[in-house]
């Protein structure tokens, strides 16, 4: 029977052009779609762009564009991923600036009045993180994540979300081991209720922040992030007019898995999931938390030189190059130093002269001596070690264990000898080429979810009994 099964990633923010990390994000997500999909399971993947705020209506003004206008052209990008990272066709994308997802949003904070007041508030804000920080948060008077950028300071009256009242209804969603992914950053999400909640700021004064959903019953303030963008998560399913129908199928009833960096573990395990709890909707299954890339030892930075553009890597090398990458050489769970010299060996080293060289080798035997195709072999299904790794978000181990299925098919060519023992033994020399055939095309299947463009050249080859053209060209 199909399972229900839900994916999300988060929203990256509509103000700069994709970059490697959310690459890495959605690349991770679209494995596990896919395999969910091939697995015989019912899936909704959602993704979208955020597109409220100071920081995106300030940008927009110094462009001189209309705000509309300027989150239009950035979240165009963002929907093109979709084909140039060859993203699941069933993908569905969500904007925060979509009609239902206002008037949703504005729901939402509805169901969760009881939780809401409003009072005067100074403090420390940061531009760049669109939030407000404590004197504990700062490193040298600046915000760890922008040191360059002097925080603010606010005072203004806002309306606040009492996250201090769902201390022990959070720890007691947390003891559930696999609700956050991996182990140790439910023990940070732990420590961190444990040290003490503090309610948050959930809006803003319209006239400092006049880019956002309106707050309801009061037209001065504007939703801040929170209540605005995290929602995307149920809206994207239709709530809540269509409650009954995906909602009810895949938050409710089904297995619902966020996909998030881990620098969002409060936000993700603990503020969103109070707010559910406030509104009174299950909370996630669970969240998923990668590491981040960065290059050559140091964040990504313009001014360092060190940007990698993931669009760039996928118009020379295609798109297939880059998810194997992104899923078999960056950690699952940690950071992970990403460097061009690093993409280039292992594209000539597992791609070029790895599957590509062994299914032109394989294809090229089936093509001069078998006179007709070999039956489609029956899919095999998934391999336990390979399910294990892919049922716990462990892309590295589960492309490894095909890497190595490569290998062993690259090893019993040279073992076997085919090419010579068809001329010694035509008939043994056939069922040889056949059973490599058969393996390759099961290989062809597990690759499906990492390289889908790659798999489907490879089945379709099988079946035809063609060699491709050469599925990874060299570079030097």
């Not at 569905?92 to 008037?103: E, K, L």
């Not at 605005?228 to 938050?251: H, M, Q, R, S």
């Not at 039956?375 to 589960?398: I, M, R, T």
Request: hydrophobic content about 40%.
């Amino acid at each position: 029977m199909a399972r229900a099964f839900y994916l999300t990633t988060t929203l990256p923010y509509v103000n700069a052009d994709p970059h490697i990390g959310f690459a890495l994000e959605i690349v991770q997500a679209d494995i596990i779609a896919r395999y969910r999909i091939l697995a015989g399971d019912e899936v909704f993947f959602n993704t979208g762009t955020d597109e409220h705020g100071l920081k995106i209506y300030r940008k927009a003004q110094e462009e001189g564009k209309d705000t509309q206008a300027y989150i239009d052209e950035y979240a165009a990008k963002f929907r093109n991923l979709k084909e140039k990272l060859n993203l699941s066709p069933d993908l569905h994308f969500i904007r925060t600036t979509d009609a239902h997802h206002v008037s949703a949003a504005q729901e939402f904070w509805q169901r969760c009045e009881n939780d809401i007041y409003k009072k005067k508030y100074k403090g420390l804000y940061c531009v760049g993180d669109e939030a407000f920080l404590k004197e504990s948060d700062l490193v040298g008077g600046k915000c760890p994540n922008h040191p360059t950028m002097d925080p603010i300071e606010v005072e203004e009256e806002n309306y606040f979300f009492k996250l201090s009242a769902y201390t022990h209804q959070l720890l007691a969603y947390l003891a559930t081991e696999g609700v956050v992914l991996p182990e140790w950053r439910r023990q940070e999400a732990i420590n961190f209720v444990k040290q003490g909640l503090e309610d948050f700021s959930i809006s803003r004064v319209k006239e400092k922040m006049p880019w956002g959903v309106p707050v309801p019953g009061d037209d001065g303030q504007v939703m801040y992030v929170w209540f605005d963008a995290l929602t995307n998560y149920i809206t994207t399913l239709g709530w809540p007019e269509d409650a009954e129908d995906n909602f009810k199928k895949f938050w409710e009833g089904g297995e619902t898995i966020q996909l998030a960096g881990k620098d969002q573990v409060r936000f993700q395990s603990v503020m969103w999931q109070a707010m559910l709890m406030s509104a009174g909707l299950p909370t996630t299954k669970r969240v998923v938390y990668h590491g981040f890339i960065t290059s050559g030892g140091q964040k990504m930075s313009k001014s360092v030189g060190n940007v990698i553009d993931p669009i760039a890597i996928v118009e020379e090398y295609g798109s297939d190059a880059l998810r194997y990458f992104l899923a078999r050489h960056v950690h699952p769970f940690e950071d992970s130093d990403v460097t061009l010299e690093k993409f280039k060996e292992a594209y000539n080293a597992d791609l070029a002269n790895g599957i590509g060289n062994v299914t032109a080798r394989i294809m090229q035997l089936a093509e001069t001596n078998l006179k007709e195709p070999i039956v489609q072999p029956e899919p095999v299904g998934f391999p336990d070690q390979y399910v294990k790794a892919l049922e716990s978000y462990n892309y590295n181990d589960a492309m490894g264990f095909v890497t190595q299925q490569i290998q062993n098919l690259d090893l019993k060519i040279s073992e076997q000898q085919p090419f010579k023992l068809i001329k010694e033994n035509p008939e043994s020399g056939r069922f040889v080429i056949s059973e490599l055939c058969a393996e390759l095309y099961h290989i062809g299947l597990w690759l499906q979810p990492f390289v889908p463009a790659t798999s489907n050249a490879i089945n379709a080859a099988v079946i035809a009994n063609k060699k491709p053209e050469n599925l990874f060209p060299r570079k030097e």
